[in-house]
């Protein structure tokens, strides 16, 4: 394994509707393998990814600098959520299911700054509730640097039967 000086890395940049962020993937640098660790930069008024939970990867944030809230699901079979403060030294574990359901949100006037790490697993299912759509990654994880395998996003209301079209 390697090391690697987030300094020493350059920004990536999204910027999709309400959802802007800096990212710099330091477990990728480092040469991880098993578990991921992504630095954000959210702006002001700003969201990260789209609210989400994985079927397989584990997450977690930990709040480095600034403020904003986190919008977590309250529960596997119960598809409420509730938003929670985010400040500095604030740590959140997001398990690899329907109650890891979360979106990050800058409501603050700085800029909020967190890791996000994670398992590094695959194949992987990524659900959207808002959208009621689906990913699915095979030959990489979601963050990871293979070429994939399998990799596409799907609305979850468009299901056909097991025989059907064999």
């Keep these: 394994m390697g090391h690697v000086n987030e300094a020493d890395l350059e920004w990536t940049e ?3 509707g309400e959802a802007r962020f800096k990212r710099k993937q330091l477990g990728e640098a480092a040469g991880g393998d098993a578990l991921g660790c992504s630095l ?3 702006p002001s008024g700003h969201k990260s990814w789209p609210f989400h939970y994985h079927a397989a990867n584990e997450e977690a944030i930990y709040v480095l600098a600034g403020t904003g809230a986190i919008r977590l699901a309250t529960g596997e079979d119960d598809p409420a959520d ?3 403060d985010l400040e500095p030294g604030t740590y959140v574990a997001l398990p690899a299911d329907a109650s890891g359901g979360h979106r990050v949100i800058n409501d603050s006037e700085g800029s909020l700054r967190y ?3 994670s398992t590094m ?6 659900v959207y509730p808002d959208s009621g759509t689906f990913g699915v ?3 990489s994880p979601p963050g990871g640097r293979e070429e994939r395998s399998l990799e596409g996003y799907y ?3 468009a299901d056909v039967g097991y025989w059907d079209g064999e």
């Design 82 to 84: 509730e938003t929670h």
């Design 155 to 157: 609305d979850a209301d």
């Design 115 to 117: 890791l996000a790490i």
């Design 14 to 16: 999204t910027d999709r």
């Design 137 to 139: 990654y095979v030959g």
């Design 121 to 126: 697993i695959e194949p992987d299912v990524t």
């Design 40 to 42: 954000y930069e959210l």
